[in-house]
Each structure stands twice: as structure tokens, then as C-alpha cells.
């Protein structure tokens, strides 16, 4: 049956409509379906008093610091994708809580100090993590093998990432950066006469698929333009892979750089990158809004 | 009506920046604070009221683990491959009383040692003249480990050599000579293994065997005839040696019965250790598994075993050892299980589960670990024991993997495959070369003192146990019958350590020797609930504990500044059950399993 006095809408296919969806419904939904395959499979939570603390420092922060700078509590998407990055990347020592709670409070609140123009600068999650790293080396470390070393499990990931990614307009990126490590860090180890296979290993863990899908490609703090994008992205690689050099010769580097170098890269580029595109474009601040990234 | 933001002008916003920013930047110097601080409140360390004193060599013990060296197509990571071997088991082997002590080494060439307690505080090495030194030939293997048991039933203590190899079963023909008895036993069988531990399942009052795998048992690591030998997952592994039962037929011989009981895990499992523990009247088989989650096999009446996971799910971790104590005196045998800690790395962190399987509303285990014992390190070898006689159990944790070029770590190494794709890392070649790094080397060994509810602390550096020695098996015994408990480590590709133990205090204790006789000899998976003043505690004769070592036979119980025990239950392997009112304290009490 059918309401003679409505509007006659054109019917749109699921995937037309879905053009119109906000991308970061895809992205939030991306990071639920890897968090549930991650815990379902390989229980890499760790405890769900972790997933709570997280979601709810973030969440929680995210809405007083928006109705405290901003007079409105903003929509709590980009928090909720912070708090599952933080779940699913922390590793703390022992069942200590309280890297969640900083880290949470450190992801969300980084959006409302640090920025230039009345942008954030740093991904989040990007943030929080180096920042723990560096700040916390003795009780903090980050996902590793925790989550299986199945290739149907990542296939999945990279399957659902890239249609996301491709959807989100982040694709390059993602793929820039892949290609960039797997060149630059083969070069690495022939120039280093080291076997090129663990040096591009590590390209194939879960850590780097949470970085390439939800870090590097962060629609709020990448650079606006497509070229700058790719060159940010292969520019980020080479940091990286400066960092790991650095690491092979072993320089007196903090731990932070030889267990998260592409964190610690990103955090390095990505916000010299978007302040210098903010000061190209010559941005105004924002009045209100929150960013819409993890 | 006009958007409050829109109110806010550039000022206001600044204002309220800077106001956010101050605890922003209070939760940075919180996590620089949290990460120096202490992870609990300082014990009293002054009174930890017992010291240990490293008395290797004043008691004649020069015992030197070697490692075994392998296929050079292995070369790479042969560091990492045979960083394991050193073991450490107690028994009176000769019946003079004496707790004895047999190391193992693993290098072709390289004797074992078995060293006889002469009563006086010295030892002396008899493994040569025992027929129990030289088993590291090229053919049969490099030793990983042994355990003791009566497995005759004769009267004197048998002992089985497990190893990367075949399995080596020896029978004490006097008390001080051993014949070796593998074939005629039927368990000439090659499997790499580091575990193996004595268990009457079906109590028929014969020791079973169950024995533990590690590589495939197709692999032989000095004639490799592919790479790719490793696991298939840092945290799931499922393609490592399978675990073998062999019940025991009493005639000698034993009959492969895995498959008939479901036993046969190929988890890369690094320790057994068997117990009832849901206390039906069962001994239960619990393991940790490198890369993998640890299992626990429920014995269904001897006849079947059910593996399950009761809590033992929620992560998985790279197990080392496990080792089963009565951790708050309440009567039930929990589990402590190592694993790897490295700052900044990884933190998997060592489990202490509380056994809550007989709690109706529970049937589980519940991980209780706070960051103080989480983290021991690369954790290996772990044993419950009370250290100073006052009632509850201290937890001594050996560890350290690799110790070599201490200015070199491997872990950023490790950390390249650790996370990678498993065809990649399941191909020995693949790995980074080792060199002469380090990995998690140089550790000190942790000893946790019990404060209850108030947690654990290590008093390792108070009470004197302070090499930096790459431990892998820890073993506790009564060494001088003194109603103490002594520390003996094995470390790997180092020398051994005895350090005996000296308690600050008067407290008393009680010690069971026992007997079966409708039981096993060795009265191995007896358990033992003492009663005194309120308190109970409940302790194991172990075929096997901890990583790659066996403790005393006698169990050891302090009592504290109570100088009476109420009551004393001995749960017999056979299902017997025996009580004994009102003993005698400060004594070693010898108690020989009524036969009917």
C-alpha cells in the first residue's frame, strides 16, 4: 500500500543512497566489524572492562569538551571510533585500566588544544598512542601478534578497508603509503644487506591495517589536495623508514620509535603536513563542528 | 534564536582552549608519573623473613648447562631455537633420606649430572657411575628435561629423560645404577619435547606418562630437511608436536593411548602439570602452550579426557610454565602460568588464576595477576612454596631468555614477524638473523611474597636472589631436612644455582613424606590438605611442575607461630582417603597409604 499523498521520491538502490551516507557511519562501522572478528576470533580485546573505560573516556570527553568549547555536544562518532582504535591497539601491563582512561582523554582532547586555524592536527588515536608510547614505555606497548597471524582474517579487513577507503575517497592513500613501504623498506634492507622478507613483513600485521585503514586516511587531518595526499603519504613511508634505519644501526632511539615506528612517523609528518596546507589555503576557524576522525 | 556558538567569540574560544589544555597537559605528565612509579606500594623488603644464600659451590654443584648447537640451515635463529634444555628434578634416588638432584645439558658430547646429597650440605656428581650422564648422542637426541617416578612400583625412583630426540626411560635397578629400559617399555618414540610429567589417570596405582611436544616429531633439528619448522601463529598455534599419553600396563611396558583419550594437543605445549582440579577424585591435566592458549584436559573417570576452557579463553599469550598452588589458603590448588613481558614491546603477561571450577556458581578460573606479578619478564620456570614458613605460599620466577651481547636486543628484530603474516614467520629462514643479541636477557629472578589481599611484592633482591642468569627451571626441596625450603635453578647455557634458604624466624612446620600402596610408590598426585588454626592449605606431590623440573617428593607446610595442626586429609591417587588428628610439628612425618 502506498501513501497517495506523499511526495513522489525516485526508488535508490542501497548503494545509491549509500553515496549520501556520512562517511563516518562507513569508517565507524568498519572498526565495529574489526573489532567483533578480532574479539570473536581471537578474544583481542582483553578484557571488556578495557572496551568500556575506553568508549566511555572518549565518548564522555568528546561531549563535555565540545559543549565546553564549542556550547553543544557534538556527534559522538569520531570518539567512538577513537575508543575502539585505543581498545583494539593498547596493550597495557597487567590489567591496568589506566591507560585507557589517559589515552581516551589524551585522543579527544589533542582535537580541542592542538590546532592551527581551527583545525586539529594530529589523527587522534595517532596522538595518543605516540604520545603513550613515549610518555610510558614501561607500562604501555601496542598491538603486535595478539591477533592471530591468519591471512583469511586480514583479507577480510583489507576486502571491507577498501571498499570503505575507496567510498571515503582515502583509497590512494592507503595504497600509496603500501607501495611506499614495501620500496623504500626493500631498499632498506638491500642496502643494509639484510633479507628483504622480515623487512616487509611487518606490512602484513593487524597493526598496519589499523594504521593504512583508520590513521593514515583520516579524512579530518589529511591534506586537501590529492597530489599532497599521495606525497604526504610516501613521505610518511620515508620517516618510517628513516625511524627503522635508525633502529637497524641501533641509535639511542626511545623504544616508542623501534615498537611504533609508522605511529611515530605519522605523528611526525601528519601534522607539519596539515599545517602547512591550512597555511597554503589560508583556513578560517571553525565556529562550530567537531572533526570526524578517530 | 541565535546558535550559542555563535556567541562565542575568538577570545572566549582561546580562553576555553586554555583551559582544556591544563588538563591535557596533566594527563601527559600522569602517564610520564604512572610510568615510573612503582606498579604497587613497596613491601616491608627489610622483613621479608627469609634470605637465600647462593651455596652452588659450597655444595659442590658445578653443574654447566650447554645448549645444543643444530642444522646450520637453521643458523640464523639457532639462538632462539635451542634456548632451551636446562631442567632441574628432585627425588631421593638412592632412599637414604636425601633429596637428589639431576641436571640435564644439551649439546652432543655434554654429560648430565646427577647429583647425590651426601646428608652433609655437599653433593657429588654419580651420573656417570649411575648410567645417567651420557645422553647426548648424535642419533638419539640432546636431554630437555627429566622426571622422576616409581613407575615399577618397586621401591625405588625411575626416571624418564625427555628430549629433542627420543624418549629415554630408566630403571633403578639398586638405588644406584640405571638400566635403560626405553624399548622393552615400548616408548622408543623420537618427539621433541620439553615436557613430560608422571599421572595416574585411571588410578590403577601405576604411574601413566603423559609427555609433551614441541617441534613436530618429524622434525630433526640436526638433519632438517625443510624450514619451515615453526609455529603458524605467535598466539594460535596449532601445528606443533602432538602430546603423547602412554599408560602404563604394568608389566613394563606402555601402551600409546593419546588418541583414545583425547589427549594429544599440538599446541606447542612447554609444561604439564596434573592435579584434580575440580576435585571429583580425577587428576586433571592443565598446559601452557607457547603461542597459544593454555588447555585444560578434565579427566572423565580415567576413561576420556574433555578439554576445556574455563576462563582460560580470554587471551592467549605464550605460556612457559605452569605451576599449581594453594594461593590464598583456601583449600583448592589455583594455577600460575609465565609468559613474556618486555617493557615497551609486548606485555602478555603471566596469569594467576584463582580455581573457582568447583564454585557452582562460577566453574572457572579467574585470572587475579595484579601488574606486580604480571610481569616477571620472559618468565620460564615457577613454583609455589612456603619460603618462610609463616602459611602461605611465596611464588619464586625464574627468567631471561637470551644473554648475550648486552647492548644488543633482538626485540625490535622480533617485532618485524611478530605481527606478520604466519607463511612468512613459519619459515625458519625467514626470521632475522640473531647474531649474538640479546632477548630479554640479563633478567633478575622475581620471588612474590604473599601479603593476601594487599597483593604480591617482590623481595627478590632483599633476600639475596640476584643473578642475572637466563633461569629456566625452578625446584624447591628440603635439602638438609630442615624443614625449609631450598631454591635449586637450572639456567640455560649457564651455570646451575642452589641457593639455600635461611628463614629470619622460629616458625613452625610440618613435612609429609609419603608411601602408596594401592597408589603409585611415589604417591605422585597425592594432595594433601593441612587444617590448623582456621587456615587450610592444600598442596601436590608433582610428577612434573613448573618448566622442565620436579620438586621434592616430602610436601612441605608452614604453620607460622602455630605449633599444632588440627587436622591433616590425605587424598590418596587411588581415591583413598586418609586423616590424621593432631600431628606432631617441626617433623618430617612418614605415612605409608593404608591398604584397605
Known amino acids: 500500500m502506498t501513501d497517495a499523498g506523499a511526495v513522489s521520491q525516485p526508488s535508490l538502490r542501497w548503494w545509491q543512497r549509500s553515496r549520501s551516507l556520512d562517511p563516518r557511519y562507513l569508517i565507524a562501522g568498519l572498526i565495529t566489524l574489526v573489532l567483533l572478528a578480532a574479539q570473536l576470533r581471537y578474544h583481542v580485546v582483553g578484557g571488556y572492562e578495557r572496551l568500556a573505560v575506553a568508549l566511555l573516556t572518549c565518548t564522555i570527553t ?30 597495557p601491563q597487567g ?59 586480514n583479507l ?22 603500501v607501495v611506499s613501504f614495501l620500496v623504500l623498506n626493500s631498499l632498506r634492507a638491500t642496502l643494509l644487506h639484510q633479507p628483504v622478507l622480515p623487512e616487509i613483513a611487518p606490512i602484513t600485521g593487524p597493526m598496519y591495517q589499523l594504521f593504512v585503514f583508520f590513521m593514515i586516511t583520516d579524512p579530518r587531518t589529511v591534506v586537501r589536495e590529492r597530489r599532497w595526499q599521495i606525497i604526504v603519504a610516501v613521505l610518511v613511508a620515508v620517516v618510517e623508514t628513516a625511524i627503522r634505519f635508525g633502529s637497524d644501526q641501533g641509535w639511542p632511539l626511545p623504544t616508542a620509535f623501534n615498537v611504533g615506528p609508522a605511529f611515530l612517523a605519522l605523528a611526525i609528518v601528519g601534522p607539519i603536513a596539515k599545517a602547512i596546507d591550512l597555511a597554503r589555503s589560508g583556513a578560517m576557524p571553525r565556529s562550530a563542528g567537531s572533526p570526524a576522525t578517530s | 534564536m541565535p546558535d550559542k556558538a555563535a556567541l562565542r567569540t575568538p577570545s572566549h574560544q582561546g580562553l576555553r582552549r586554555l583551559l582544556i589544555a591544563i588538563p591535557f597537559l596533566g594527563a601527559i605528565i600522569a602517564a610520564i608519573r604512572m610510568d615510573a612509579a612503582p606498579t604497587r606500594a613497596p613491601a616491608d623488603v627489610t622483613h621479608p623473613g627469609f634470605t637465600l644464600r647462593d651455596e652452588t659451590a659450597a655444595a659442590g654443584i658445578h653443574f654447566v648447562h650447554h645448549r645444543p648447537t643444530l642444522d646450520p640451515k637453521i643458523a640464523n635463529i639457532e639462538p632462539h631455537v635451542a634456548a632451551l634444555g636446562a631442567s632441574v628434578s628432585v627425588a631421593d634416588f638412592d632412599g637414604d633420606g636425601w633429596p637428589d638432584l639431576y641436571f640435564t645439558s644439551s649439546k652432543f658430547g655434554e654429560p648430565n649430572a646427577l647429583y647425590r646429597n651426601r646428608g652433609d650440605g655437599t653433593f657429588e656428581d654419580v651420573a656417570a657411575s649411575a648410567g645417567l650422564a651420557d645422553l647426548n ?6 636431554s630437555m628435561g627429566s622426571v622422576w617416578g616409581d613407575f615399577d612400583n618397586d621401591g625405588r625412583e625411575d626416571i624418564l629423560v625427555y628430549r629433542y630426540g627420543y624418549l629415554a626411560l630408566f630403571k633403578n635397578i ?30 590403577d596405582g601405576l604411574l601413566d606418562l603423559y609427555v609433551t611436544a614441541y617441534f613436530r616429531d618429524d622434525v630433526d633439528l640436526w638433519h632438517l630437511s625443510t624450514t619451515r619448522i615453526m609455529h603458524n601463529s605467535f598466539e594460535f598455534a596449532t601445528n606443533g608436536g602432538k602430546n603423547l599419553m602412554f599408560h602404563n600396563l604394568g608389566n613394563g611396558r606402555f601402551e600409546d593411548v593419546t588418541d583414545k583419550l583425547g589427549v594429544g594437543s599440538t599446541r606447542w605445549t612447554l609444561a604439564a602439570a596434573a592435579a584434580d582440579l575440580n576435585e571429583d577424585g580425577w587428576p586433571d591435566i592443565y598446559l601452557a602452550n607457547d ?23 580470554s587471551e592467549s599469550k605464550s605460556g612457559m610454565a605452569v605451576a599449581l598452588g594453594d594461593v590464598f589458603n583456601r583449600g583448592h590448588l589455583d594455577a600460575f602460568v609465565t609468559n613474556i613481558s618486555e617493557k615497551g614491546y609486548l606485555f602478555q603477561n603471566n596469569n594467576l588464576r584463582v580455581n573457582e571450577l568447583n564454585d557452582p556458581t562460577q566453574r572457572r578460573f579467574h585470572n587475579v595477576a595484579d601488574p606486580v606479578v604480571a610481569d616477571a619478564g620472559w618468565a620460564w620456570g615457577a613454583q609455589f612454596g612456603d619460603l618462610n614458613n609463616d602459611g602461605t605460599n611465596e611464588l619464586f620466577v625464574v627468567n631471561g631468555f ?34 649474538h643479541a640479546s632477548l630479554s636477557g640479563f633478567e633478575p629472578s622475581r620471588v612474590y611474597v604473599n601479603r593476601g589481599l594487599a597483593g604480591w611484592a617482590d623481595v627478590a633482591k632483599s633476600v639475596g636472589a640476584t643473578d642475572l642468569y637466563d633461569g629456566r ?102 581415591g583413598a582417603q586418609q586423616i590424621l588428628s593432631n600431628p606432631a610439628v617441626d617433623k618430617i612425618l612418614a605415612i605409608t597409604e593404608p591398604k584397605s
Open chain 2, 402 to 435: 637470551i644473554s648475550d651481547d648486552p647492548k644488543t636486543s633482538y626485540w625490535y628484530s622480533m617485532s618485524k614477524i611478530a605481527g606478520a603474516n604466519a607463511r612468512l614467520f613459519e619459515d625458519a629462514k625467514t626470521w632475522p638473523a640473531f647474531g
Open chain 1, 95 to 153: 590489567a591496568t585500566l589506566w591507560p585507557f582512561v589517559l589515552g581516551g582523554f589524551l585522543a579527544i582532547a589533542s582535537k580541542y588544544v592542538l590546532q592551527y586555524r581551527g583545525n586539529h592536527l594530529w589523527n587522534p588515536t595517532n596522538f595518543a598512542i605516540s604520545c603513550l608510547l613515549l610518555a610510558a614505555p614501561n607500562r604501555v606497548s601496542v598491538l603486535s601478534h595478539q591477533w592471530g597471524n591468519d591471512v583469511a582474517t
Open chain 2, 137 to 142: 648422542r648424535p642419533g638419539d637426541g640432546v
Open chain 1, 156 to 177: 577480510v579487513i583489507w576486502v571491507f578497508g577498501l571498499v570503505i577507503a575507496a567510498r571515503v575517497r582515502v583509497v590512494h592513500i592507503t595504497l600509496t603509503y
Open chain 2, 174 to 203: 639398586d638405588g644406584h645404577h640405571f638400566q635403560d629400559v626405553t624399548e622393552a617399555a615400548g616408548l622408543h618414540r623420537w618427539i621433541n619435547s620439553n615436557g613430560a610429567i608422571w599421572v595416574d589417570y585411571d588410578r
Open chain 2, 473 to 574: 627451571a625452578v625446584a624447591f626441596a628440603d635439602l638438609s631436612n630442615r624443614g625449609v625450603l631450598d631454591v635449586i635453578i637450572a639456567n640455560q647455557n649457564q651455570p646451575a644455582i642452589l641457593y639455600r634458604n635461611y628463614p629470619d624466624s622460629s616458625n613452625h612446620w610440618i613435612e609429609l613424606a609419603l608411601t602408596g600402596t594401592r597408589s603409585n610408590r611415589s604417591a605422585i598426585g597425592a594432595e594433601v590438605v593441612v587444617e590448623t588454626s582456621g587456615i587450610t592449605q592444600r598442596r601436590i606431590i608433582d610428577g612434573g611442575m613448573g618448566f622442565a623440573s620436579q620438586n621434592d617428593r616430602r610436601l612441605h607446610f608452614g604453620l607460622g607461630h602455630t605449633d599444632w595442626v588440627d587436622r591433616i586429609v590425605i587424598h590418596w591417587p587411588s
Open chain 2, 291 to 313: 603461542y597459544g592458549p593454555e588447555e585444560l584436559y578434565i579427566n572423565d573417570h580415567g576413561k576420556r579426557f574433555t578439554l576445556q576452557t574455563p576462563g582460560l579463553e
Open chain 1, 62 to 91: 568528546e561531549a563535555l569538551l565540545s559543549w565546553f568549547a564549542r556550547g553543544r555536544v557534538v556527534n559522538l562518532q569520531s570518539a567512538y571510533i577513537s575508543g575502539i582504535s585505543l581498545t583494539l591497539l593498547l596493550k
